[in-house]
């Protein structure tokens, strides 16, 4: 039976795998300047990612770099394992649980995933509305992964809010919403074969419907 909708969130996801690295700049941290970034010849330093000092502190970023780059050759393990020791060096700085979110994703472990970046979710906030609308979006695409279609949604739904409250963290509303409406579709699309999939049940290994009402209507008797 068609599953278009289903199709189309799962090639959506695919994307967004595909482009998650790119939503945090990894060049950013390396100039100290976090996720805030730079708008032109404007530069706002970030102090939640520190200086390299030689202290705990100082090792956050070239964790970060270097997991960075283990993510890019495709050494997933490896670049779990730089992600966490930059959140040991600095466990407060929502990057490294970012990173981390999209390492153990990559790695198919999606309830590290989920952890992570709920983490992430957590130390961001209000101090980081662009770095937190994309954790929203990641965790909403989760949840598809998932198949919690109904916590999706939610989760779609909160990144909607997320993005309405905060204009300047500048987040894709049309593909939160473009992905609520086919996640909606796909369940009235599902709801509708449920009778299908039903008489498939009912029907398989030669038995007959038990619903006499879901029986087509008898021919009429012929006359005498």
């Known amino acids: ?13 695919v994307c967004a795998l595909a482009t998650a690295l790119a939503l945090v700049s990894v060049q950013a941290v390396a100039d100290g300047t976090g996720s805030g970034g730079t708008s032109g010849s404007t530069k ?28 890019a050759a495709r050494d997933f393990a490896g670049a779990v394992a730089a992600f966490q020791k930059a959140i040991e060096a600095d466990p407060k700085n929502p990057l490294g649980h970012y990173f981390l979110g999209e390492a153990q ?14 983490r992430a979710s957590l130390e ?31 989760a779609w739904q909160v990144y909607l809010d997320w ?6 963290a500048k987040a894709f509303t049309g593909s939160g919403q473009s992905r609520q409406q086919m996640i909606g579709a796909m369940q009235k699309q599902d709801s509708a074969y449920a009778v299908v999939r039903q008489r498939i049940s009912d029907t398989k290994d030669g038995k007959t419907f038990t ?14």
């Open 44 to 71: 706002k330093k970030n102090t939640d990612v520190p200086a390299d000092t030689g202290s705990s502190g100082g090792a956050f970023k070239p964790a970060i770099t270097d997991g960075s780059t283990k993510y």
């Open 105 to 118: 994703l990559a790695n198919n472990n999606l309830t590290e995933a989920e952890a992570a970046w709920t």
């Open 211 to 224: 619903d006499l009402t879901k029986q087509p209507p008898a021919a009429p008797a012929s006359s005498p």
């Open 124 to 154: 961001s906030a209000e101090k980081e509305p662009a770095l937190r609308a994309k954790i929203l979006f990641v965790l909403a695409d989760l949840k598809e992964r998932q198949k919690k279609w109904d916590e999706a949604k939610a």
């Open 1 to 13: 039976m068609p599953r278009r909708p289903l199709r189309k969130l799962r090639t959506l996801s």
């Open 163 to 168: 993005a309405a409250k905060y204009p300047e």
